[in-house]
């Protein structure tokens, strides 16, 4: 008989999920690239709400129901086939937790966001891999890695912690050559700085099918990350699954007032992704400059670009310098991207000084 209780055997395996940083090893305070946060901060109208009374003994409203009929009223969905939680991390969850278990297979791409593993790992399932195909998903590598076993497909769109985008029709043609019994969970948590008319067409699939959930989060483009809200859309039965496994009053009061002003303020949400569009491209211009030295930004289509050294600079050395320059970036080496640094787009000014920094080690080394 053991003499502690005796932790399950696929929770030991969990490493828990690492934030960005946000300081320097001698803990000098940085300014924080390393979360992929707002540089404009929130919409006015979120701070307003925030400030209104409620009374901290009160719970809050346990089905969001103001909230998802204003998400339903800006997207076009059915209220009922909206389920709201603390960030979309909580439903990601519980649709792992649904629908695999011991013995099943979750399935996602090589390069996908960390806590995929830790889902999977939770519940006992395991994680497989699929392919890359120069860092990027690829369609035909996560069907080959869809076997018998397969219970669910995870797919962040854009990706994260790589940036690419799969357009509507390959999205749709991995839904359509997975079997039935497979659930597709389109997260699209950086959906909001793509550009207009861009859409990966996962809200059709969700409202046509039974077998696919899209997931969205205020965290990002509306700048209400400390709120914690998320929301997931799917057919009734998959709503009712994540319904039963959510936590109780799981979106604070704060949180669902909060997301309510910042739907009511698209016009932050277009100012959010313009201004994340404009400077990413001018730093993107500035990391090709670099080229001939080794550096290399892959496509993004979020708030972050993922730069590969390729070169006589390495990744540690750059993360040295930007961080002795006062920032904190992402360094990957427990994604497999030990050479690459993931780097918020803040403001202009940041990334300037970012882009001067990198310069400066390219030059020195050359």
């Known amino acids: 008989m053991a003499d502690k209780p005796i932790m399950k055997p696929w929770i030991e395996q969990i490493h828990a999920y690492v934030p960005g940083k946000s300081k320097a090893a001698d803990g000098r305070p940085l300014a924080k690239l390393s979360a992929n946060e707002n540089p404009l901060g929130c919409s006015p109208d979120v701070l307003e709400a925030l400030a209104t009374g409620h009374g901290p003994h009160l719970y809050p409203d346990p089905d969001a129901r103001e909230l998802r009929q204003a998400i339903g009223a800006a997207h076009g969905i059915d209220p009922a086939c909206i389920v709201c939680g603390t960030g979309s991390g909580e439903l990601l969850h519980g649709a792992v937790q649904a629908f695999a278990g011991p013995g ?7 390069f996908s966001f960390s ?8 519940v006992g399932a395991d994680v497989v ?9 690829d369609v035909d590598r996560i069907l080959a890695a869809v076997t018998p076993r397969t219970r669910v ?8 912690p790589i940036g690419t985008w799969l357009p509507q029709d390959e999205i749709a043609r991995l839904h359509a050559a997975l079997p039935r019994d497979v659930l597709l969970v389109v997260d699209q948590a950086y959906a909001e700085y793509l550009e207009e008319g861009e859409d990966d067409g996962g809200f059709a699939l969700a409202a046509a099918h039974d077998n696919v959930l899209v997931t969205r989060t205020f965290s990002k483009a509306f700048g209400i990350a400390g709120e914690r809200v998320g929301w997931a859309t799917g057919a009734p039965h998959l709503v009712d699954a994540l319904n039963r496994l959510r936590g109780a009053f799981n979106v604070t009061e704060s949180g669902q007032k909060a997301a309510m002003a910042a739907l009511g303020d698209p016009e932050f949400v277009a100012r959010s992704r313009d201004a994340n569009n404009a400077v990413r491209a001018r730093f993107v211009g500035q990391l090709e400059a670099l080229g001939n030295h080794g550096l290399r930004a892959l496509p993004s289509k979020a708030n972050f670009v993922l730069v590969l050294f390729e070169g006589a600079v390495r990744a540690p050395q750059a993360l040295d310098a930007i961080a002795e320059g006062g920032f904190a970036v992402r360094h990957l080496p427990g994604q497999g991207l030990p050479e690459a640094l993931r780097i918020t787009i803040g403001t202009q000014e940041q990334m300037d000084t ?8 390219c030059e020195a080394g050359a």
């Open 104 to 110: 099943d297979e979750v399935v996602f791409p090589r």
């Open 115 to 122: 806590l995929y593993p830790l889902l999977v790992h939770k």
């Open 129 to 137: 891999l699929a392919q890359d195909n120069d860092y990027a998903p």
């Open 153 to 160: 497909v995870l797919v962040d769109n854009p990706n994260n």
């Open 354 to 361: 970012i882009a001067t920094i990198l310069r400066g080690l």
